[in-house]
């Protein structure tokens, strides 16, 4: 059964909003592969964690919001 292991990246604990998924890329990239890792953000800081949170070479894509509960900005799971 696969680990899940959550860490903080920034200092930010206000109420996370957003669901940021980085996505390894398959097929040159034109189709989304194995999720990596997961970055909860608070609205101020949904675009930094689709531009420095998830980095290259993965992919960000904003998951579905109702998926956020009960998370603080900042939160990082890896799923894997």
Not at 33 to 62: K, S
């Amino acid at each position: 059964m696969p680990t899940t292991a959550t860490r903080r990246i920034g200092t930010c604990t206000a109420p996370a909003t957003t669901l940021i998924e980085g996505r390894s890329q398959i097929d040159g990239g034109l189709a989304y592969g194995a999720l990596e890792i997961q970055v909860y953000a608070c609205d101020e800081h949904a675009h930094v964690a689709r531009t420095e949170w998830v980095r290259p070479p993965l992919t960000p894509i904003t998951a579905i919001a109702e998926r956020v509960v009960d998370r603080q900005c900042g939160e990082a799971v890896d799923p894997r």
